[in-house]
């Protein structure tokens, strides 16, 4: 299958909109990848320069180590699924899945074959001679899916292919499509998702964009317990990472922050004597807060609570912090309204950012 490599490329519209800049990045055989980011990132225009159907304006793209900048989709060796599902209404699940192959002069040995064993891994038999409409939304993802399979292409292209279905389907088509990797642990795939849930399952590695550019390339854990910025720290995770104001009065190996809203935290980010005095925000996860017996990190009151039954999610009154510090404590936590409570984290669940960038990589 394909290595795929980007070296600095751009996409600029009208020669003055950059959409992208300077995305270098190198994808090796049988990984899944995936593109998240806020809207308007370029995650989906990125994926359509992979496949050919955006013109790149910077920079190469290589398959399998050949520059494909100027070659057209059909001979790149790549296969995409659309958000929407692109069947052909009056053909069946066996022509729609058959219509490339055709296309491509296949013999009716060859498009059968290929049908057979799509049709197999997406559990697709028993449907065959039937038309699109005669079935349900996880069932025709499933064949644009196959439509792909029977091109055995070098690389699959996935934009935002469940974002069309209901929650139920959502969970059971990202279920399908992380044991169809497993049954083609050679294939190359890059995924395209807001849906933080999907990348996180299914990712080899998340490539998260922001700014025109790639903000962190990292493995899921890599990225929820080490972000590189605050960015990933609160794009990744949900609800998103606390960040609280202070100031490093004890540097080492242990960092200590003194923090505004009258806490104090340590962290096991490294910082220098230069750091000393340091404004930095502290970065802990909502669920990685504890009621404190002791020490705190953050004091205040609940403003609002939301019983989720296996977790309680607690919004405090925040002043000083621009956004409300969010705690997440397993099981129940009645008749907390109103009440002042005190939160505290271990130094390793503790991150630094300073100048927006954690120390963890300085």
Do not use: W
């Amino acid at each position: 299958m394909a290595d795929l490599k980007l070296t600095g490329v751009a996409k600029t519209y009208g020669g003055t909109v950059d959409v992208l800049k300077d995305i270098n990045l190198e994808i090796e055989t049988g990984e899944l990848i995936v593109f998240v980011g806020p809207s308007g990132c370029g995650k989906s225009t990125l994926l359509r320069m992979i496949a050919g159907l955006e013109k790149i304006t910077g920079g190469t793209l290589e398959i399998e180590g050949q520059v494909v900048n100027n070659v057209p989709p059909s001979q790149r060796g790549v296969a995409m699924v659309f958000q929407s599902y692109a069947l052909y209404p009056h053909m069946t699940v066996r022509d729609n899945m058959a219509f490339a192959l055709k296309l491509a002069k296949k013999t009716p040995a060859e498009i059968d074959e290929a049908i057979t064993a799509a049709a197999d891994k997406l559990q697709l038999t028993d449907y065959l001679d039937r038309l699109p409409k005669a079935l349900s939304g996880g069932q025709r993802q499933r064949v644009a899916i196959g439509r792909s399979i029977v091109r055995d292409p070098k690389v699959y292209l996935f934009d935002e292919p469940l974002s069309n279905l209901d929650a139920a389907l959502r969970v059971a088509t990202r279920i399908e499509i992380a044991r169809l990797k497993e049954q083609m642990p050679d294939s190359t795939m890059i995924y395209v998702t807001h849906d933080q849930v999907e990348a996180m399952t299914l990712a080899t590695r998340i490539v998260v964009l922001a700014n025109k550019g790639i903000a962190q390339v990292g493995t899921p854990l890599e990225l929820y317990e080490r972000p590189e910025n605050e960015f990933v720290a609160q794009f990744i995770g949900s609800p998103a990472m606390n960040l609280m104001p202070g100031k490093i009065v004890e540097t080492g190996a242990v960092t200590k922050v003194a923090l505004d809203g009258g806490g104090v935290a340590l962290s096991n980010a490294p910082s220098v004597a230069g750091d000393m005095g340091a404004q930095v925000n502290i970065g802990v996860r909502p669920e990685d807060l504890v009621e404190a017996s002791g020490d705190f990190i953050f004091q205040g009151k609940v403003d609002f609570v939301e019983a989720l039954g296996e977790v309680t999610l607690l919004y405090f009154e925040s002043d000083g912090i621009e956004n409300a510090v969010i705690g997440k404590l397993p099981g129940t936590h009645k008749d907390v309204r109103g009440k002042t409570v005190a939160l505290s984290a271990v130094p390793e669940k503790v991150q630094i950012f300073k100048d927006g960038m954690s120390l963890h990589y300085a």
